[in-house]
């Protein structure tokens, strides 16, 4: 695998290797299963004092597993810190062990325990510590632990801390089947696990914090990493000053094609994101009614009637990349348009209706392509349910790059970039205020535009891919920060695209 200039981004881990990573640390460092416990409960105890220093009452609910134990070690630093300490423990026996060991140690220094009965609810505390179940929950929570979940969910006002993962979350992919417990904040221990950052367990983790428990970056050497994560620090080094001497020419020309008759507005919006993160020259390809609207909204954008493929081909030949799919329709117009498209060898970023003919045809050579499917598109693409993609967005991603050999971002929380041969990258940002029509229009002239000024220099698909969507997630947040998320519109982004897409001027 390669990531090129994106191979600093911090990795996350499946399960698996998190497990492979603590024995390698426990072999070489001559660590056991007590001295990790005690650091988790120590780092979690830690961040708890940190986040709510006022907290006089804590309830811990504590599982059967290592999870429990962590919970247990917690549970003893803050009873013999003075505060009062309340477990909750599930009916089953603590497993045998570093948790069996951390519980009695609790239970013999004094520490008040209680198993949970659905019908007492929960007890008054200050915040809650979720230590049910870790990274080794394979399966939907039910039972006893199904209901104290529920009860966290329903009777509780208390902010609540997750150790390791939200349980019921599935750290691997981020699926649960509505039952999890949905924290403030989660520490994740020795490394992040995938499920965190996309999708449902996204949601369900709030703010996650890492502690790699002393261990250094090392035992993850032999280990393939799940996915790295792009945050918004990663911006200014991916967008440097341009050079004092650059001209036009070197920042590529984005041809936009889209907005059949009644979607005119799409195409408009693509083509000022292209616009608005650098391309050098922008162009529209679009029905000869929009024309008027386009050119007096954004004269810089170069617009042109186009009725038929003949029409487009002079301004295939001056572009450098195609964003095509925005408001393209499902009509033959559209279909001719997408077929004149994917006959040049132009690199491409293709999303929405155009994303559609391509999922009808079963086509699968895509070239040098970006996609940019919606779950609903994605699952069109795949021929599979939207749930079926959404239980695991990392290897719903992989299987879309895969079966069209290109780049792929699956949109939504937590959006997932794939390509065949890279690490898969999740950006760390976004919000849904971008849940509205037309914010993928907006991504879709981003990508375009990165790809198209990273040429000749060789920003490769996937590196435009990951740098657009962080660029465009960013912006969102930014733009909801302005005024909140409820009624953001997609053309808030553009002047936070433009400040997120240029460095700190330097003194
Ligand atoms: N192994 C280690 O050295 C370390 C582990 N740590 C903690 O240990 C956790 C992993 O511990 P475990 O492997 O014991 O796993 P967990 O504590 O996550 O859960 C495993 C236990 O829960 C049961 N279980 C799983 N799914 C269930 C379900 N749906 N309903 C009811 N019971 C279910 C299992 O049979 C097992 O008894 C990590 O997430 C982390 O919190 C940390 O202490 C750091 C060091
Ligand atoms: N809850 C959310 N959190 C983060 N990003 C979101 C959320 N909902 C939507 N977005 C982002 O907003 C954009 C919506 O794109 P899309 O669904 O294609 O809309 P449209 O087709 O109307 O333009 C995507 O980039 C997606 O990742
Ligand atoms: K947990």
Not at 482 to 496: A, I, K, T, V, W
């Amino acid at each position: 695998m390669r990531n090129g200039f994106l191979h600093d981004l911090p990795k996350v881990h499946r399960s698996a290797a998190v497990r492979v990573a603590e024995q390698v640390a426990m072999s070489r460092v001559g660590l056991d299963e007590d001295d990790l416990m005690a650091r988790a409960g120590l780092a979690a105890w830690r961040l708890l004092l940190d986040r709510w220093p006022e907290a006089q009452r804590i309830g811990v609910v504590c599982g059967p597993g290592n999870n429990g134990g962590d919970g247990y070690v917690l549970a003893e630093l803050a009873r013999s810190s003075g505060r009062h300490v309340f477990v909750l423990r599930l009916g089953d026996e603590v497993k045998a062990g570093a948790a069996r060991r951390a519980a009695e140690a609790y239970l013999l220094a004094g520490g008040e325990a209680a198993t949970f009965v659905v019908d007492d609810g929960l007890p008054q505390v200050d915040v809650w510590v979720d230590a049910l179940f870790g990274i080794g929950l394979h399966r939907a929570l039910e039972g006893a632990a199904a209901d104290l979940v529920a009860a966290l969910d329903h009777d509780n006002a208390a902010p609540i801390l997750a150790l390791d993962i939200p349980s019921g979350v599935d750290a691997d992919s981020g699926h649960h089947d509505g039952v999890a417990v949905r924290a403030d904040v989660t520490l994740a221990f020795i490394a992040g696990k995938p499920g965190l950052y996309t999708g449902r367990g996204r949601v369900a983790a709030g703010e996650v914090v890492i502690d790699t428990l002393g261990l250094a970056d090392h035992v993850f050497d032999d280990l393939e990493p799940a996915a790295c994560i792009a945050r918004i620090a990663a911006l200014p080094r991916w967008f440097p000053p341009r050079a004092r001497d650059a001209h036009k020419g070197r920042f590529g020309h984005v041809l936009c094609i889209g907005g059949d008759r009644g979607y005119g507005g799409a195409l408009a919006l693509c083509a000022e994101a292209a616009l608005r993160t650098g391309a050098g020259l922008v162009s529209a390809a679009t029905r000869a009614e929009h024309v008027p609207a386009l050119l007096a909204r954004r004269p810089e954008c170069m617009t042109r009637a186009v009725d038929d493929a003949s029409e487009l081909q002079p301004l295939l030949d001056a572009a450098s990349v195609i964003a095509i799919g925005p408001g393209l329709g499902d009509g033959e117009w559209g279909a001719a348009m997408l077929d004149a498209a994917l006959a040049t060898d132009l690199p491409r970023v293709l999303d929405a209706d155009a994303l559609n003919a391509i999922a009808r045809r079963d086509a699968r050579t895509l070239g040098d392509a970006v996609i940019t499917p919606h779950p609903g598109e994605a699952a069109r693409l795949l021929g599979e349910t939207v749930a079926e993609v959404e239980r695991d967005r990392v290897q719903a991603a992989r299987r879309l790059a895969g079966r069209y050999a290109c780049t792929v971002v699956l949109k939504g929380a937590g959006s997932v970039i794939a390509a065949p041969g890279e690490i898969p990258a999740i950006v760390d940002a976004g919000n849904p205020g971008m849940a509205t029509g037309g914010m993928g229009d907006v991504l879709t002239g981003t990508i375009a535009a990165l790809l198209a000024q990273g040429r000749p220099q060789g920003l490769s698909c996937f590196e435009a891919a990951v740098c657009g969507a962080l660029l465009h997630a960013a912006a969102g947040d930014a733009a909801a920060r302005d005024g909140g998320e409820r009624g953001l519109l997609p053309s808030d982004l553009f002047p936070q695209l433009r400040r997120l897409a240029n460095p700190v001027a330097r003194a």
